[in-house]
């Protein structure tokens, strides 16, 4: 005689199952909402009415002097560092160094004119050897050291290069006494004659026309041009 066979069901049986089922869901909607929500590629951040991007927002000639103003602003910077001067244009000519030295590259890039405004004052430091008259700016009476107040800014224009633009490179705030300058920004106008603009400041420079270049780093010119991976 074989012995009767009972099955007994688990009191929490619906319970478990219903409360997988909630998980379940709750995981499902989770997800969807998430591959909904989020963006499919975001590249480098939107510039502002006044700012331009460096590598999409330049014009072949505009970008080539960008390029030769970044790691110049960085020498020059460096030598304020060191000696508490600026780099005038007579010695840059000396140092060879790019935009301001007058080689094929300055040639083939609108032979634009540079006058350096030194901190403290609107007036340009003449170059003595300079051969245009346009590059005779009235000579300044402020020392090459950093004992002025406000920006020094090396100043460009007169390119004769087809959409060519003016430019600035302006260092930071020199304070009185204070041996080291501020990062440099770079600054263009469309018109490449803009005259020089009486106040180096944000608000001034947006008001009469300029807009500040926004440069990349590696990283961020791979999300523009490939997205940023999901």
Do not use: C
């Amino acid at each position: 005689m074989q012995p009767a066979r009972t099955r007994i069901r688990p009191r929490s049986g619906r319970g478990e199952t219903l409360m997988l089922l909630m998980v379940t869901l709750a995981v499902l909607l989770s997800v969807t909402g998430y591959l909904l929500w989020r963006p499919e590629r975001s590249g480098p951040p939107t510039p502002l009415s006044w700012q331009v991007r460096s590598f999409d927002g330049l014009g072949p000639v505009d970008q080539a002097i960008h390029s030769a103003l970044l790691p110049a602003g960085e020498e020059i910077i460096w030598n304020n560092d060191d000696t508490g001067e600026w780099i005038s244009l007579e010695r840059a000519q000396k140092m060879l160094l790019p935009p301001f030295y007058r080689d094929g590259f300055w040639r083939s890039n609108g032979e634009v004119h540079w006058q350096l405004v030194l901190p403290g004052t609107h007036l340009g430091h003449q170059n003595p050897e300079a051969s245009h008259a346009e590059d005779a700016a009235p000579a300044s009476e402020v020392s090459q050291a950093t004992q002025g107040q406000g920006a020094t800014v090396y100043y460009g224009s007169g390119g004769h290069a087809p959409g060519q633009s003016a430019y600035l490179l302006v260092i930071g705030h020199a304070h009185a006494g204070v041996m080291w300058a501020n990062q440099a920004t770079i600054w263009i106008h469309s018109n490449p004659n803009a005259p020089y603009p009486a106040i180096v400041k944000a608000e001034s420079l947006v008001g009469e026309g300029w807009r500040q270049v926004i440069p990349y780093d590696g990283s961020r010119e791979l999300e523009r041009v490939q997205g940023t991976p999901p």
